[in-house]
């Protein structure tokens, strides 16, 4: 089953793709030598394929364009180059609020209902401009709703958006968590045009990109672009045209494009009072809420310390990340010296997060970590060669090494590769690696199991959908084909009573890093909320459950009611209420 990226802002699932730096901190190399080395590493083996600028104390350090922008006709990456941001266009939407909360004309703790007064007032009356800066609103991420993927394709007026959500009930009580909504930025930029009788990508070019000279960011409209670099998915060690999105669909959520170059501008300009006076500024970077991982939120932005290398050390640190089809960003800012990090990249999911940890350890001179080389490339490349007799070495001889990793979504994708070129026989190779390696994921038996069929293992096939079905209920493409072939899949499906659903109901806490987990009853189905990332969790028998996003394993231990734990990749969450 293929996957497409969202322009959400999604948590990183844990994985190991790195190996250690054993020299530590290079003797007799400088910063800038340094970086070029790890980030060429990265670029050499498909992880990376943009702009970097790291910058120490104010003063840029590296700027550099790694691949392509234009793979079709090789133009290269620059540090000029211009890149689609996603959600670090947040950032810019909390800047032109604060800059209108201190021209007096909103106040950021009345509710929305006071400044549009076609939002429904039965929520809008509860929802204050704070909560949706802060992601508190409870206003549901329509980035989620089933209707997302096919909306990507359309135009809408920023009205029109707000329609797709305004009428859905509150996911909880505005102010008291976070859940990260993508939807809550949709309704600021609405209250900019509002408030400005202007367009927002007016009021940002007059409030932030002409005073600071900005002149390569601006708002996305899918137009030609000089220097504007296109987006692909990659799919084992292979790029393509990623899918198309209009622009006018992420608006004031995540709809401009940038350099690394102007997000320095940007940057450095935060620490001055050329857009906000200190006062004001300051909002910006409060913490206002946790995000039940050791972070917190601001004002689009998320404050939190910050790994240096692999050292154990850490720094404060101010970041957003953004992704949308076909690309990914990053911005890292260290306030305590103003150095930063900015990372660009258009072929989506590239791993920014442990590329800006590895030079954060440059930065400070600390031991870091190299990049691992994938698995499921090394195999794509073999698999092309010589057939699946060299593949089978080449994994057997690979597959424990601590210089290469594997990853479930990147064999899955170097499989359909092979699929959709007619060559089932290399697909099914690939496909059933990752059924032995992910068990507990309905991905990897529904991709097995499309392979199966297309060699006219009909009854093998079949076995891998049941299995699929049993860890998603909600496969669509699964339930189609076993209904086909007449097996009801209703009896596959373990089902748990709602008194049981009950006792698990509530919040857990993993003490060793405080990391929060949210779980809730949600038409019958038991739904975690991790710092915003929800996901149904599917029964599989004795209180255990399985996340079909990732395959995650998650185990309840309720024997006893008043001490009710559970047990999520390796780590022991106990029940606070």
């Not at 948590?11 to 400088?30: A, D």
């Not at 930025?185 to 990109?209: A, F, H, R, S």
């Not at 072939?485 to 499906?493: F, H, M, P, Q, R």
Request: hydrophobic share 35%; net charge neutral; aromatic share 12%.
């Amino acid at each position: 089953m293929n996957r497409f990226i969202r322009f959400i802002r999604k948590p990183i699932i844990p994985g190991i793709i790195f190996m250690l730096s054993f020299n530590h901190v290079s003797c007799g190399q400088s910063k800038t030598d340094r970086l070029d080395k790890l980030l060429g590493m990265y670029a050499e083996n498909k992880l990376f394929n943009g702009s970097v600028l790291v910058a120490e104390k104010g003063k840029v350090i590296y700027s550099k364009g790694f691949g392509e922008a234009n793979m079709e006709k090789k133009i290269p990456n620059q540090a000029n180059t211009k890149f689609r941001i996603g959600s670090v266009t947040k950032q810019f939407t909390a800047m032109l609020i604060v800059q209108l909360a201190a021209e007096n004309k909103l106040d950021l703790q009345k509710p929305i209902s006071s400044y549009l007064p076609d939002y429904p007032k039965k929520t809008g009356d509860l929802i204050t401009i704070h909560h949706l800066l802060t992601h508190t609103s409870g206003v549901p991420n329509f980035t989620d709703f089933p209707l997302f993927q096919e909306a990507q394709g359309k135009t809408y007026k920023p009205e029109e958006l707000v329609r797709l959500f305004s009428d859905s009930a509150l996911e909880f009580k505005p102010g008291s968590t976070f859940s990260y909504s993508n939807s809550g930025y949709i309704v600021l930029g609405c209250l900019v045009e509002k408030i400005t009788g202007k367009p927002y990508e007016q009021v940002l070019q007059e409030k932030i990109l002409t005073p600071l000279k900005m002149n390569n960011t601006g708002y996305d409209h899918n137009q030609d672009l000089k220097d504007r670099a296109s987006g692909y998915d990659r799919r084992g060690g292979s790029f393509y045209p990623s899918a198309y999105v209009d622009m006018s669909v992420p608006f004031s959520a995540g709809a401009l494009y940038s350099t690394v170059e102007d997000l320095f501008t940007w940057d450095q300009a935060l620490y001055t009072e050329k857009l906000l006076p200190k006062k004001y500024r300051d909002l910006l970077f409060n913490n206002y809420i946790s995000d039940g991982d050791d972070s917190y939120y601001g004002y689009g932005w998320f404050i939190e310390e910050s790994p240096i290398g692999n050292s154990g050390a850490e720094i404060g640190t101010v970041d957003h990340s953004g992704s949308i089809n076909g690309f990914n960003a990053l911005i890292t800012r260290i306030p305590s010296d103003h150095s930063s990090v900015i990372l660009l990249n258009n072929t989506g999911g590239a791993p920014l997060d442990p590329m800006t940890v590895a030079i954060l350890g440059i930065l400070y001179d600390k031991p870091y970590d190299f990049p691992k080389k994938s698995i499921a490339i090394a195999l794509q490349d073999v698999l092309a060669k010589s057939g699946i007799p060299g593949a089978k070495k080449s994994y057997e001889e690979v597959k424990n090494s601590k210089d290469y990793y594997l990853n479930e979504a990147e064999m899955n994708q170097a499989g359909y590769v092979f699929l959709q070129s007619a060559k089932a026989e290399e697909a099914a190779f690939l496909f059933k690696i990752n059924v032995d390696e992910y068990p507990h994921s309905f991905n990897v038996y529904d991709s097995y199991g499309e392979a199966l069929m297309v060699l006219g293992k009909k009854e093998e096939a079949l076995e891998n959908y049941m299995k699929s079905v049993q860890l998603n209920p909600g496969s669509a493409s699964g339930i189609k084909v076993l209904n086909e072939a007449g097996i009801n899949t209703d009896t596959l499906v373990k089902k748990v009573s709602i008194d049981q659903l009950k006792v698990l109901e509530g919040e857990y806490l993993e003490s060793g890093r405080g990391w929060k987990i949210k779980f809730d009853i949600v038409n019958g189905d038991l739904v975690g909320n991790d710092r915003g990332y929800r996901y149904k969790l599917i029964p599989v028998g004795d209180n255990k459950f399985i996340n079909p996003d990732d395959g995650a394993s998650l185990v309840f231990d309720s024997r006893d009611k008043n001490a009710i734990t559970l047990v999520l990749f390796g780590a022991l969450f106990k029940k606070v209420n």
